[in-house]
């Protein structure tokens, strides 16, 4: 969800708080503890005002539907990225905050996403659903937007997460409220188990999800107030231990954005962890979490100790990739100097994480940079985009490695539409929408990315781009 707040329209919020219902989804945990809402507030996260927000026009089931080809030739840029097909919008605005996932054996490609203003499944489903679409041939076409699940009694649901494993089987996590959910897919992505609650806790945030190739060991982990979790299930999802907590110190806010399972059974979570509590400026520990018992113990590495930089929403986020073989890439950003502009920055493990190596800086902060996303492919392999606005707008810029992220190629703007929406010029887009985007490798060893584009940060409107590798 996204971490700063700007000022709603109250009459929204108040609609919105009204026609939502505060019930659980048949079949889960028991009705929201009474002071959720109110640790929230103190937390400066509140979805309901965030919803206010977005200002994308309501639309019915009728507006819900596959890219034509018609959009595809609308949204043609006077210069493709090299090797890549275009840039084209995957979601009807107003949607936000996307993931991706592509299976390693065959030429499925997943996108989940959550959507305001948008039709609901049910009367009493969410207000903001979660979004599904699927594509059968690595990205080339895609089918409709499919709910996730009606959950109906809950008011919204955020932050999905999704990976693949190597028997074809989908695996989600996301936020229904408050709470970080767990659902999978075994025919594709038509139908999702019934989801399931692996929090527990009267409010969390930022859930990230990691499996290991074979979709046995599933780990999901959250923040709250001041501490960040796992849970962990080694049946494929089918149950959860209780979840375990990382750190032990306090005073600081910790975001993961990063979880792998490497091949040998050891999983390593990523987070940036800020001083104080939400919103607050300094210094930023870039943290690897690290487990070789099955989760139930973590040891901790700080990687590197930047500043927070320009903006709340362009400051440190940290990404964790894998590849085939076990190696590691941990993808970050953030400023040399408090308040100055984004860098963005990798560092490499070949031992499982038990070493890393030095940085290697990927933008040097001549622009302000942030939003980064890896994924690992074959061995040695690593994909990873990241933005900045050193044109003046933001632009999503990509790389990739061959050799384990030791060098990388240079950069390809992949933002590469000149139009479509009223946010995007030649120059590129008014700014980032949500926290982040994502990317994946497909079957055939290409790339795919999603990532949020819009008017501002935090207000439509703003929607979900897609690029693909030819």
């Not at 994502?438 to 999603?450: E, F, L, Q, R």
Request: glycine share 12%; charged share 15%; proline share 5%.
């Amino acid at each position: 969800m996204r971490r700063i707040w700007v000022v709603s329209l109250i009459v929204v919020v108040t609609v919105l708080v009204v026609v939502a219902a505060a019930v659980r989804p048949k079949g889960v945990s028991p009705a929201p503890r009474a002071d959720a809402h109110a640790t929230a507030e103190a937390e400066g996260e509140n979805a309901a005002r965030e919803a206010g927000e977005h200002v994308g026009a309501v639309v019915t089931a009728a507006d819900v539907g596959p890219i034509t080809r018609a959009e595809s030739r609308i949204m043609a840029p006077d210069v493709t990225a090299p090797g890549w097909a275009c840039e084209i919008k995957l979601g009807v605005e107003d949607t936000w905050e996307p993931t991706i996932a592509a299976d390693p054996n065959a030429a499925y490609v997943y996108v989940m996403y959550n959507r305001f203003g948008g039709p609901k499944a049910c009367k009493q489903c969410p207000g903001i659903p979660m979004y599904v679409r699927v594509s059968s041939n690595n990205g080339v076409s895609w089918g409709p937007e499919t709910y996730l699940c009606q959950c109906s009694g809950v008011k919204w649901q955020y932050d999905p997460v999704l990976k693949v494993a190597s028997n074809g089987v989908v695996y989600a996590t996301f936020m229904n409220g408050y709470d970080m959910m767990f659902s999978k897919s075994l025919d594709h992505g038509v139908t999702w188990t019934t989801p399931i609650e692996v929090s527990g806790k009267a409010w969390g945030d930022k859930p990230w999800i990691g499996v290991s190739p074979s979709g046995t060991d599933v780990y999901i982990a959250f923040e709250t107030t001041a501490d960040v979790w796992v849970a962990a299930s080694h049946n494929g999802g089918a149950s959860f231990a209780a979840a375990v907590k990382l750190n032990n110190d306090s005073g600081r806010y910790r975001y993961p954005n990063g979880l792998e399972v490497l091949p040998n059974g050891t999983a390593l979570l990523s987070a940036s962890s800020y001083p104080g509590s939400q919103q607050q400026s300094g210094a930023i520990d870039i943290e690897i979490w690290r487990t070789t018992n099955g989760g139930t113990s973590w040891a901790r590495t700080i990687l590197a100790t930047p500043f927070s930089g320009v903006t709340w929403e362009t400051s440190s986020t940290t990404a964790l990739g894998s590849d085939a073989a076990g190696n590691l890439v941990a993808l970050y950003t953030g400023a040399t100097t408090l308040g100055g502009n984004g860098h963005v920055w990798t560092r490499r493990s070949t031992d499982g994480g038990v070493t890393w190596a030095a940085a290697v800086e990927l933008d040097n902060g001549s622009a302000n940079a942030s939003f980064p996303a890896i994924a690992g492919g074959a061995s040695g392999a690593f994909r990873v985009h990241y933005a900045d606005n050193r044109t003046g707008s933001w632009n999503t810029y990509y790389r990739s490695s061959t050799d384990g992220g030791a060098t990388w190629t240079a950069e390809a703007d992949i933002a590469d539409a000149d139009g479509g929406a009223t946010y995007k010029t030649a120059a590129g887009f008014a700014s980032e929408y949500g926290d982040y985007g994502a990317i994946d490798v497909t079957n055939t060893g290409k790339t795919v990315a999603v990532w949020g584009e819009g008017a501002s940060f935090s207000a439509g409107p703003g929607g979900i781009w897609f690029n693909r590798m030819t």
